[in-house]
Every structure is written in structure tokens, then in C-alpha cells.
Nanobody, 117 residues
Framework: VQLVESGGGLVQPGGSLRLSCAATGFTFSSYVLTWYRQAPGKERERELVASIGSDGGSTNYADSVKGRFTISRDNFKKTVYLQMNSLKPEDTGVYLC?????????WGKGTLVTVSS
């Protein structure tokens, strides 16, 4: 089982990034997928950013990102995406991908997003 995030980097405030999380080793289409983030200096705290149901029909967002971020998934490619627009310095952190189904819970290692001028 593997989840591999990509797409992070340094971006100026107001800019955009698209994160991807590619999955292997499990039945991707059955899992709820969630993006979390860890702010600098708060490595023990994982904030839920956005989640998407197994069929892609239901999504949920943190209040802080509503209207700016969009989560989507491609069950054929076994990939979940996070489109991030109008980025703010407070969006800085490590973004982690999570896949959950029943008692199965998988995590990626994360990709760093830095929003700074």
C-alpha cells in the first residue's frame, strides 16, 4: 500500500498550486480520501483540509479553505487532487493524503507547501 503526494512548492500569496496523491496497493474506489495539513511547529496537529466520498459525490471543506480549494478524485487513475487557489501565508504546511475505509487507514508522507513573498 502506498500513497505518494506531489505538487507542493513555494508560491506567492494569491497564487495557485495543484496537489496530487497517487495510490497503489488497495481498492482505491472504495475509500474516502482526505487532505490534511500540518502547520510549521505543529507537527502533532493535523488539520482536515478537504475530504471526498468514494464516488466523488460528497465533499467537505474546512471553513478556512471554502471557496478557495477544490478536492477531486479520479478512480481510474487512482489519484486524488487538491486544487488550491488564492493561497495565503497561513496555508503553509505539509499536506498529507489519507485513505480510509472501515478499519483500514493509510497515510502518505506529505508534500510541503510554502506560501510566501
Amino acid at each position: 500500500v502506498q500513497l505518494v503526494e506531489s505538487g507542493g512548492g513555494l508560491v506567492q500569496p494569491g497564487g495557485s498550486l495543484r496537489l496530487s496523491c497517487a495510490a497503489t496497493g488497495f481498492t482505491f474506489s472504495s475509500y474516502v480520501l482526505t487532505w490534511y495539513r500540518q502547520a510549521p511547529g505543529k507537527e502533532r496537529e493535523r488539520e482536515l483540509v478537504a475530504s471526498i466520498g468514494s464516488d466523488g459525490g460528497s465533499t467537505n471543506y474546512a471553513d478556512s479553505v471554502k471557496g478557495r480549494f477544490t478536492i477531486s478524485r479520479d478512480n481510474f487513475k487512482k489519484t486524488v487532487y487538491l486544487q488550491m487557489n488564492s493561497l495565503k501565508p497561513e496555508d503553509t504546511g505539509v499536506y498529507l493524503c489519507n485513505a480510509r475505509y472501515s478499519l483500514r487507514d493509510y497515510w502518505g508522507k506529505g508534500t510541503l507547501v510554502t506560501v510566501s513573498s
